[in-house]
């Protein structure tokens, strides 16, 4: 049974860093084309980060430049590097495949950007 595990977030002044981690049981991440998805409060789950199916990254507009992902075939994992993070990066924090779910949604990681 595959099971995501997220971690990572907290609370941020503007203008700081945080590092999510994925870390992914059951199934091979390399095997997928791995996304990470933020929810803000009231919104549905939006793609910021994911792989192509060539294993680039791709961002989505507001993040590039700032966010960078990344996977850890050794860790079967998955990592999502935020920087220069702004009040609008709020959000609870997911990863899963792209574009098919394929796996059950995990907790989440909550990540809060705030003054």
């Known amino acids: 049974q595959v099971r995501v595990v997220e971690s990572g977030g907290g609370l941020v002044q503007p203008g700081g860093s945080l590092r999510l981690s994925c870390d992914v049981s059951?199934?091979?991440?390399?095997?997928?084309?791995m996304a990470w998805y933020r929810q803000g409060p009231g919104n549905q789950r939006d793609v910021v980060a994911r792989?192509?199916?060539?294993?680039?990254?791709l961002y989505e507009a507001s993040v590039k430049g700032r966010f960078t992902v990344s996977r850890d075939d050794a860790e079967n994992a998955v990592y999502l590097e935020m920087n220069t993070l702004k009040p609008e990066d709020t959000g609870a924090y997911y990863c899963?495949?792209?574009?098919?779910?394929?796996?059950?949604w995990g907790q989440g990681t909550q990540v809060i950007v705030s003054s």
């Open positions: 899963n495949s792209w574009p098919l779910i394929e796996f059950p």
């Open positions: 059951g199934t091979i991440v390399s095997d997928y084309n």
């Open positions: 792989f192509t199916a060539g294993g680039s990254p």
